[in-house]
C-alpha cells in the first residue's frame, strides 16, 4: 500500500523540479482528511493514518525553532517532560539525550509520516511525540547503573535496556552519559549508522544456541562432549577454554545440553552450532530479536534484509553459537521480550505516538494475537528452565557471559527476563572502540581490583534493575511453566553415554 504521505511528496517534488506552483499539492493535502484504520500485515497490527492539513515543510530549508514551535517529547504517561527543543531545551544535555536521537532517527528514517523529514524539521515542528519510556523504569535503571558505576574505572562504560514483552515498547534505554551511545546505534540525521553499542556477547549468545537446538527437536537432556576434541574448522590452539567441569559428572567426557549452559561450555556449545547448523542459530537470533550483527571486521549485517545462510556463507562461522560476534544490547533486550512474552517477537521501538495541534498523526505497530510464536509452549518451557538454572532464580530466566577478559575489549553481559520485563545489561572497557593502549596480559579490572565479568556488576545492575521496575510498575509477573524436557535424547553429533 502506498504511504499517501510518500505519494504527495513527490507529486510536490515533481512540481517543484518542473518550477510550478505548489498551490496544488497544498490543496491536495489540506483536503485529506486524517483517518484511522487498522490493518493486519504479516502478522503485525498496523495504525495507518490519513494525512491531513499539515504545515511542516516539506522541503527544502528546515524552519527556525521557537518556543511556539519546539516539539515535545513526554514520557509513556503523556504528561512528563523528557525532552524539549527551543531555545530553552530541556533533557537534551544528559542520558536522555540518547533516548532522543532514537526517536528523532525512528520518525524520519523508518515508516512513520514523518518519515524523510530531517531532524531539525522534526524538532520545529510543534509535535506532541509520547514515547515508550516509562519514568518509573528509567530512574530505576539510572539509579542501578549509577550506583554499580560509581567509584569505577573510567575505562569501564555502561549500557542497559528494558523492554515490554509483547509489545517491544523501550521502558528504559541507558546508553551513556558521555554522548556516546553504548546500548544500541541508530541513524543519524546524515544516514550514518552512529553509536557504538554493538559488543562481543559471549556466553549469553549461548540463548539463541540453545532455542536453536530445541526448535530443532533436541533434548536438554541430550549429551555432548565437553573435553577438548577434534572440531569442525577448530585447529590446533583454537579449542576456546571452557568454564568448569559438568556438574555431577566429573570424572566423564560428557554433559548434557542444560549443563552445558549452566556451566557455560563453550566445546558443546560449539558442537551443538555445528550439529544444528550455525544459519539456525543466526536465523533464532533474527526471529528473536537480533536485528544487525557483526563480523570479526566489524562489518554490519542487517538480519532484517540478510538472510542468515548469506551471512554464514560470507563472515559469520560456527563461532557464533558461542557469542564471538557483536550485536547491541537493545537487541539482546528486545530478544529477551520475545522469550518472556511465549515467544511472540515484537520490534523494540521508542515511540507511542506523535500528535499536532491535538490531531494524532502516527501510533506504534504492535503484534497481533494471532503472531507466530518462534518456539512452542514446551520448548519456550524448556529454554526457561534452563536460564533459570543458570541463574539459580526460578523467578528469573538469566545467562551472564564474558569475552576476552584479558584484552582490550573486555566485554561482560547479563541478559534475562521475567514474564513481566526483557532486560540486558552491558558493561565493559572502551578500548576496541577509542584504540587507548593497555597492557594486553592484565585482566580489566572493578573498583575493588575484581576481574569484570558477567556474573558481577551486569547480574547485579540486572537484577536491581528487574525487582526494581516490577515494584515500582506494580508488576506481579506469573510464575514460569515447569520443563517439558521435549525432543530427541540423541541428536546428530551428540554423544550419548
Known amino acids: 500500500m502506498t504511504n499517501p504521505i510518500d505519494a504527495v511528496r513527490a507529486a510536490l517534488r515533481s512540481l517543484a523540479d518542473e518550477g510550478k506552483p505548489i498551490d496544488l499539492g497544498t490543496r491536495a493535502l489540506a483536503g485529506m482528511r486524517r483517518r484511522r484504520r487498522t490493518a ?56 536522555g539525550g540518547l533516548i ?20 531539525e524539521s522534526i524538532r520545529a515542528g510543534g509535535y ?37 514483552p509483547g509489545t517491544g515498547r523501550v521502558l528504559a534505554y541507558y546508553g551513556g552519559t558521555e554522548g556516546n551511545d553504548f546500548a544500541g546505534v541508530y541513524i543519524d540525521e546524515d544516514g550514518s549508522t552512529t ?65 552445558s549452559v549452566t556451566s557455560s561450555l563453550n566445546i558443546p556449545i560449539y558442537d551443538v552450532t555445528v550439529s544444528v547448523g550455525e544459519s539456525n542459530v543466526l536465523a533464532m537470533a533474527r526471529d528473536a530479536g537480533i536485528g544487525m550483527i557483526w563480523d570479526d571486521t566489524r562489518k554490519r549485517i542487517d538480519l532484517r534484509t540478510t538472510a542468515p ?14 557469542g564471538q560476534y557483536p550485536v547491541t544490547v537493545v537487541d539482546q533486550a528486545n530478544a529477551m521480550a520475545t522469550f518472556a512474552a511465549g515467544g511472540i517477537r515484537a ?38 528452565y ?18 576476552e577478559i584479558f584484552s582490550p575489549f573486555a566485554q561482560a553481559w547479563s541478559i534475562g527476563y521475567t514474564r513481566a520485563l526483557g532486560t540486558a545489561i552491558w558493561i565493559g572497557s572502551n578500548y576496541e572502540w577509542f584504540g587507548n593502549p593497555r597492557d594486553p596480559q592484565s585482566p580489566v ?32 509477573p506469573t510464575a514460569f511453566p515447569p520443563p517439558a524436557f521435549a525432543g530427541n535424547l540423541n541428536p546428530p553429533g551428540s554423544r550419548p553415554s
Not at 532522543?100 to 523529514?117: C, F, I, R, T
Not at 571452557?242 to 566429573?250: D, I, L
Not at 545462510?309 to 558461542?322: D, L
Not at 521508542?350 to 502516527?362: A, E, K
Open 195 to 259: 553509536g557504538y553499542g554493538y559488543h562481543v556477547p559471549g556466553s549469553s549468545f549461548f540463548v539463541y544456541t540453545v532455542a536453536a537446538a530445541l526448535k530443532s527437536g533436541y533434548s536438554l537432556n541430550s549429551r555432548w562432549q565437553w573435553t577438548e576434541h577434534e572440531q569442525r574448522g577448530r585447529g590446533a590452539g583454537l579449542l576456546n577454554p571452557v568454564g568448569s567441569r559438568c556438574e555431577g559428572n566429573p570424572t566423564g567426557d560428557t554433559c548434557s545440553l542444560l549443563d
Open 386 to 403: 534452563a536460564l533459570t538454572q543458570a541463574s539459580g532464580d526460578a523467578d528469573i530466566a538469566m545467562k551472564a557471559g564474558s569475552w
Open 347 to 384: 520490534q523494540a521501538h521508542f515511540v507511542r505516538t506523535v500528535s499536532r495541534r491535538d490531531q494524532i498523526l502516527y501510533g506504534e505497530t504492535l503484534p497481533t494475537p494471532d503472531a507466530t510464536p518462534v518456539l512452542e509452549s514446551p520448548q519456550i518451557a524448556d529454554l526457561t
Open 100 to 119: 532522543v536521537n532514537h526517536v528523532l532517527a525512528e520518525l524520519s528514517a523508518d515508516a512513520s509520516v514523518l518519515s524523510g523529514q530531517s531532524w
Open 128 to 164: 506532541q511525540i509520547t514515547t515508550t519510556i516509562d519514568v518509573d523504569a528509567q530512574q530505576v535503571l539510572n539509579a542501578a547503573v549509577g550506583s554499580a558505576m560509581n567509584g569505577q574505572p573510567s575505562n569501564l562504560k555502561a549500557a542497559g535496556v528494558v523492554v515490554e
Open 445 to 476: 579490572i572493578d573498583r575493588d581490583g575484581n576481574p569484570l565479568s558477567g556474573s558481577t556488576l551486569p547480574t547485579q545492575v540486572l537484577r536491581e534493575v528487574i525487582d526494581g521496575t516490577q515494584q515500582r510498575l506494580g508488576l506481579n
Open 40 to 95: 493486519a500485515v504479516a502478522g503485525i497490527s498496523v495504525v495507518v493514518l490519513a494525512a491531513g492539513s499539515l504545515t511542516w515543510p516539506l522541503w527544502p530549508d528546515d524552519p527556525p525553532t521557537t518556543p511556539e514551535t519546539a516539539t515535545t517529547l513526554y514520557y509513556s504517561d503523556g504528561e512528563t517532560v523528557l525532552a524539549r527543543f527551543g531555545p530553552d531545551p530541556v533533557g537534551l544535555d544528559s542520558a
Open 309 to 322: 545462510e548469506t551471512a554464514t556463507n560470507q563472515s559469520i562461522g560456527a563461532e557464533v553459537g558461542f
